[in-house]
């Protein structure tokens, strides 16, 4: 028993040894690599990625130690987050970085109910900021309208702020006036001042034109296909089916896919998305409703992202005649990666191609009946349905 227990303390020893060494060697190794020299350090002896990594925090470290404008009391993190959003801004004009307390704010506005002033917003492939007021909203009935460029809220500038700062910037709490700056075609700038309210959005509706019932679609929701689905259900199988897709400027991508299945058959194609990994084909997995077709769906330069995708998918498919104007050509995707921290990233990661093949990005869609004159309304819309539905429709 005594030999036994020396061994055993022996054998303590060793390992104390071994694990003492292994320690310090890790150490030096480390120190090594976060000392100023970090950047000479051999790529063989860690990866490309690590060497990059160690670098960065090298470089915070001085910053806190030696940078004079730096706030004691300010949290690293700030430096982190405003690297990302400044990489990714110059990379892509859609992608961003949001904050944890950024991305809960996202979120919120994407609910029926939200405290706002009313207006989606997108940018154009120029860099511009293009407003999207619902009807009825704080934006809408102040006298912004569909198109119009969002130059300045509250004073600053929003030229080269991502989408979902401009959306941070124009929100607030009940009561909140937010001033805005904001030109029309003509370039001519008009301030307004806004106040923030709660709001109840339909961004689908059915309401009644002349004689015809229309289906009037803002922006896609997670909600929307379900939505239109009831609507479809109840519809009046000899009446012809209008969809306003006028000023919507997108939303759910999923949800545009499942709506435009509503209207498509079995295996017909809904779009193609390009990768860094390869191509995938989204197709329909339904038969369509038995309706009056062709659909006719109403567009203009206002007209983007996902309600793009539902345009083409039915019309590329002849399921549907577009009318109106070149839509505004948004026709890439964005993905929503969520963090540990619960902050996230809005990466762009494909590129979206029509049934036929066509890429839309930067270009739009062309209808199949243009409008040609320079101010179009409502009425000529619908004049253009009642002269194709008495028409015949060979060309399309």
């Not at 022996?10 to 090594?32: K, P, T």
């Not at 995708?309 to 948004?330: C, E, M, W, Y």
Request: hydrophobic content about 40%; overall charge positive.
């Amino acid at each position: 028993m005594t030999m036994r227990a020396g061994m055993n303390r022996i054998m303590l020893i060793l390992w104390g040894g071994i694990c003492f060494i292994l320690s310090f060697l890790s150490f030096l190794s480390f120190d090594y690599f976060r000392s100023k020299y970090a950047s000479q350090a051999p790529e063989t002896a860690i990866g490309f990625e690590d060497k990059g990594v160690i670098l960065f925090l090298e470089a915070v470290s001085r910053i806190r130690e030696e940078g004079l404008f730096w706030n004691p009391g300010e949290p690293e993190t700030t430096i982190f987050q405003d690297s990302l959003k400044s990489y990714l801004a110059g990379k892509d004009p859609f992608s961003d970085y949001l904050t944890r307390e950024e991305f809960l704010r996202f979120r919120q506005l994407q609910e029926e109910q939200y405290v706002g002033i009313g207006m989606e917003i997108e940018r154009d492939p120029h860099g511009r900021i293009i407003c999207f007021p619902y009807p009825g909203s704080p934006a809408g009935k102040k006298g912004i309208i569909a198109g119009d460029y969002l130059r300045r809220i509250n004073g600053i500038p929003v030229n080269g702020k991502s989408v979902f700062t401009v959306a941070f910037m124009a929100s607030g709490p009940i009561g909140t006036t937010i001033r805005l700056v904001v030109a029309g075609k003509s370039g001519v700038e008009k301030e307004l001042a806004v106040v923030c309210g709660q709001l109840q959005i339909k961004r689908i509706r059915k309401r009644w034109l002349g004689g015809f019932p229309i289906i009037q679609i803002h922006a896609f929701t997670r909600s929307t296909n379900l939505k239109l689905g009831s609507i479809l259900q109840s519809w009046d199988k000899t009446a012809p089916v209008i969809i306003d897709l006028r000023g919507n400027s997108g939303g759910d991508l999923a949800a545009a896919i499942k709506s435009a299945e509503f209207f498509l058959d079995k295996g017909q194609r809904i779009l193609t998305i390009e990768t860094r990994t390869g191509s995938t084909a989204e197709e329909s997995r339904s038969p369509a409703l038995d309706l009056a077709y062709p659909v006719y769906l109403w567009q203009d330069a206002t007209t983007a992202s996902a309600a793009e995708v539902f345009i083409a998918a039915l019309t590329d498919n002849r399921q549907a005649v577009s009318i109106g104007k070149t839509t505004f050509g948004k026709g890439t995707k964005q993905d929503i990666i969520r963090l540990s921290d619960g902050s996230a990233l809005i990466l762009t990661t494909g590129r979206l191609k029509t049934p036929n093949g066509t890429g839309y990005q930067g270009r739009g869609l062309n209808p199949v009946y243009q409008l040609k004159k320079d101010f179009i309304d409502t009425a000529d819309y619908l004049s253009k349905v009642k002269e194709i539905s008495l028409g015949d429709n060979d060309d399309w």
